[in-house]
């Protein structure tokens, strides 16, 4: 048999470890909700950059064009690679930032429900798995796009080394 000083005393570890863990998991949701945001921001940051540098660079590859010293020829290759970057940002930019801001949303209410102990069904994990699916092909895609901005450069760089 218990005394009433124990059953008290475990009554209220009960309430403050339910307390406890409703705060840790509280702000365990706003510090995703912030990591998320922030990764966001700096994805975007990078690839806005990435894409302004490969612009600039097929301009300049135009710009040498023109010039009479320096053969078409040589200028094809970094216009390919800067291009392609360019096409790879803006695909990165869709895949890995937009898709996974809207997604951002879906997966806070899933945390929610999780901890409400309202556990979600087969299809909001197919959907958690689609997101990282899709937000793993756009973080290729940025890397794409800043190797081929980065060959794009050398490229041309020892091309006007060779002239």
């Known amino acids: 048999m218990t005394n009433p000083s124990e059953e ?47 612009l600039a660079g097929i301009g300049g590859v135009f710009a040498l064009m023109t010039s009479v010293d320096f053969p078409r020829a040589h200028a094809l290759l970094p216009a390919i690679l800067f291009a392609t970057s360019s096409l790879f940002c803006i695909l990165c930019m869709y895949l890995a930032m937009v898709w996974r801001g809207l997604c951002a949303v879906r997966q806070h209410v899933l945390l929610a429900r999780v901890r409400n102990n309202d556990f979600p069904n087969s299809k909001d994990y197919e959907y958690s798995s689609r997101v990282k699916i899709t937000s793993g092909a756009g973080e290729a895609c940025g890397w794409i796009a800043a190797v081929t901005m980065l060959a794009g450069g050398a490229v041309l760089f020892l091309r006007l080394a060779q002239q």
């Not at 005393?9 to 998320?36: G, M, P, Q």
């Open 8 to 54: 008290a005393s475990k009554a209220e570890f009960d309430r403050i470890n339910t307390e406890y863990r409703k705060e840790v998991s509280d702000n365990l949701i706003k510090w995703h909700a912030h990591y998320n945001n922030e990764y966001t921001l700096w994805g975007l940051e990078v690839m806005k950059h990435i894409a302004l540098i490969s």
